[in-house]
């Protein structure tokens, strides 16, 4: 104990030496109380969130405000990979196994409302979009319907299939006045050569909720394959792949899910297993013995099938401690709160006449909120936050936006909102 200790110290005393201190939680940090998810907790109790930012070696020298780009990991995150690599590196083993898999997937899960056993790890959302858009078996003239609010992630694997193979995207811009509209312009969409649907859950322009569970009821009226990419939403908010439908659903780890960057997962129903083909084979991908005489091998009968090679256990073991984090505080406990941030950020930026991107429906408004100032280009409205604020944000150009989001999550406070409406204010006068 009293080596282990000394060892601990020694390693944080040289990396610290070397200008590249251990980031480990203070000893003094009182823990977050465990029965958190059981009760509703006030978005604006402050001990409380205040207590949850605490948790998180994140500088308080600016205030970040780009989880849709990247979310930040609390120290739990940080010592449960670091403390694997040190495991792990001392046998020098991969530490695949067939439990610990399935324990964090069962979290996984939790997070997304479907059976470990429909769960595939990934390194990030983009290539659980690649998965699924490649393994669907289109022919030429096949049409997908998608949106014009595409991140880069989940629409280059499509453009690239419909220049490589002739598949057909048709798309439509999200109307933020009423989900009905997104379902009637969808509906419009639809042909016999339809095959698939392929949309955000969270459009990474504007923060918009599209009603998936509606359009998934339209999908499965059409039977046509139903594709959500979650990158925005998984750990923003509760999501059940379940309910909403769909075929397959895509997410990072290292968004709002606050993992170990370069994860990722990617759900895929049960009985699309077979449908979406796993075209990236390797090691873990199937179960038994391969026989190159016959040519006979089998696919793991799980989404296991779509992971290939080694895969770095650290990491996957981060984003478990990651998901046990969200769950502790609790989904719903973060959604309210979250929700809360940017419901004051949309109401301040209406007061000071802003063009607000981002829908003003409650139902269809997110943890992000999206802004254009008009006649000011993006770069120097993120400048001059960052400059003069101190506030991280992101510029916008999706959906042929020129605009700047705000993304708000469990480690920001209301105080951080007035700091960015008086930024804004600051650009305005
Ligand atoms: C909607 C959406 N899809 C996919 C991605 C890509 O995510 P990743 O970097 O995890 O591949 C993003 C990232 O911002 C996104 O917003």
């Given at each position: 104990?009293?080596?282990?200790?000394?060892?601990?110290?020694?390693?944080?005393?040289?990396?610290?030496?070397?200008?590249?201190?251990?980031?480990?939680?203070?000893?003094?940090?009182?823990?977050?109380?465990?029965?958190?998810?059981?009760?509703?907790?006030?978005?604006?109790?402050?001990?409380?969130?205040?207590?949850?930012?605490?948790?998180?070696?994140?500088?308080?020298?600016?205030?970040y405000?780009?989880?849709?780009?990247?979310?930040?990991?609390?120290?739990?995150?940080?010592?449960?990979?670091?403390?694997?690599?040190?495991?792990?590196?001392?046998?020098?083993?991969?530490?695949?196994?067939?439990?610990?898999?399935?324990?964090m997937?069962?979290?996984?899960?939790?997070?997304?409302?479907?059976?470990?056993?429909?769960?595939?790890?990934?390194?990030?959302?983009?290539?659980?979009?690649?998965?699924?858009?490649?393994?669907?078996?289109?022919?030429?003239?096949?049409?997908?319907?998608?949106?014009?609010?595409?991140?880069?992630?989940?629409?280059?694997?499509?453009?690239?299939?419909?220049?490589?193979?002739?598949?057909?995207?048709?798309?439509?811009?999200?109307?933020?006045?009423?989900?009905?509209?997104?379902?009637?312009?969808?509906?419009?969409?639809?042909?016999?050569?339809?095959?698939?649907?392929?949309?955000p859950?969270?459009?990474?322009?504007?923060?918009?909720?599209?009603?998936?569970?509606?359009?998934?009821?339209?999908?499965?009226?059409?039977?046509?394959?139903?594709?959500v990419?979650?990158?925005?939403?998984a750990?923003?908010?509760?999501?059940?792949?379940?309910?909403?439908?769909?075929?397959?659903?895509?997410?990072?780890?290292?968004?709002?899910?606050?993992?170990?960057?370069?994860?990722?997962?990617?759900?895929v129903?049960?009985?699309?297993?077979?449908l979406?083909?796993?075209?990236?084979?390797?090691?873990?991908?199937?179960?038994?013995?391969?026989?190159?005489?016959?040519?006979?091998?089998?696919?793991?009968?799980?989404?296991?099938?779509?992971?290939y090679?080694?895969?770095?256990?650290?990491?996957?073991?981060?984003?478990?401690?990651?998901?046990?984090?969200?769950?502790?505080?609790?989904?719903?406990?973060?959604?309210?709160?979250?929700?809360?941030?940017?419901?004051?950020?949309?109401?301040?930026?209406?007061?000071?006449?802003?063009?607000?991107?981002?829908?003003?429906?409650?139902?269809?408004?997110?943890?992000?909120?999206?802004?254009?100032?008009?006649?000011?280009a993006?770069?120097?409205?993120?400048?001059?936050?960052?400059?003069?604020?101190?506030?991280?944000?992101?510029?916008?150009?999706?959906?042929?936006?020129?605009?700047?989001?705000?993304?708000?999550?469990?480690?920001?406070?209301?105080?951080?909102?007035?700091?960015?409406?008086?930024g804004?204010?600051?650009?305005?006068?």
């Open positions: 104990m009293y080596r282990r200790k000394f060892l601990r110290r020694a390693s944080q005393a040289l990396a610290g030496l070397m200008g590249f201190p251990l980031l480990s939680k203070p000893s003094s940090l009182p823990e977050l109380p465990f029965d958190s998810a059981e009760r509703e907790i006030d978005p604006r109790d402050e001990a409380y969130w205040a207590l949850v930012r605490e948790q998180f070696p994140l500088t308080k020298e600016r205030v405000l780009n989880t849709g780009g990247l979310g930040a990991s609390p120290y739990v995150v940080i010592a449960a990979v670091q403390e694997k690599i040190n495991e792990l590196e001392r046998i020098s083993e991969t530490g695949h196994g067939e439990e610990l898999w399935r324990g997937k069962e979290k996984a899960g939790q997070i997304l409302g479907c059976k470990a056993e429909e769960i595939a790890y990934t390194r990030n959302a983009t290539e659980g979009c690649a998965i699924v858009c490649n393994g669907l078996p289109l022919q030429r003239g096949d049409e997908v319907i998608t949106t014009t609010h595409e991140h880069v992630g989940n629409t280059l694997s499509w453009l690239a299939r419909q220049k490589r193979e002739g598949i057909v995207m048709k798309i439509f811009e999200p109307s933020t006045n009423a989900a009905q509209e997104n379902i009637d312009r969808i509906a419009r969409l639809i042909t016999p050569r339809t095959r698939a649907l392929s949309i859950h969270i459009t990474t322009s504007t923060g918009q909720i599209l009603s998936v569970k509606q359009i998934g009821e339209l999908a499965a009226g059409h039977k046509l394959w139903y594709f990419d979650g990158a925005q939403a750990g923003m908010m509760p999501v059940n792949v379940h309910e909403i439908g769909c075929h397959a659903y895509a997410t990072s780890g290292h968004k709002w899910l606050l993992g170990p960057k370069g994860t990722g997962l990617l759900y129903r049960e009985d699309a297993l077979d979406i083909e796993a075209k990236h084979l390797g090691g873990y991908s199937n179960i038994g013995e391969f026989d190159m005489t016959t040519g006979a091998f089998q696919f793991h009968p799980s989404a296991q099938r779509y992971e090679g080694t895969m770095s256990t650290p990491l996957f073991v981060g984003l478990g401690a990651a998901m046990d984090f969200l769950l502790r505080i609790g989904m719903q406990n973060i959604w309210r709160h979250n929700f809360a941030l940017a419901t004051a950020l949309r109401e301040g930026l209406n007061r000071l006449g802003v063009e607000v991107n981002s829908p003003q429906a409650q139902n269809e408004h997110s943890a992000m909120i999206t802004f254009t100032l008009k006649n000011r993006r770069e120097e409205v993120t400048k001059f936050l960052l400059e003069k604020f101190k506030l991280r944000t992101r510029g916008i150009y999706e959906g042929g936006l020129n605009a700047v989001r705000v993304s708000l999550h469990v480690y920001n406070s209301f105080a951080e909102v007035e700091r960015v409406l008086e804004v204010e600051g650009l305005l006068g």
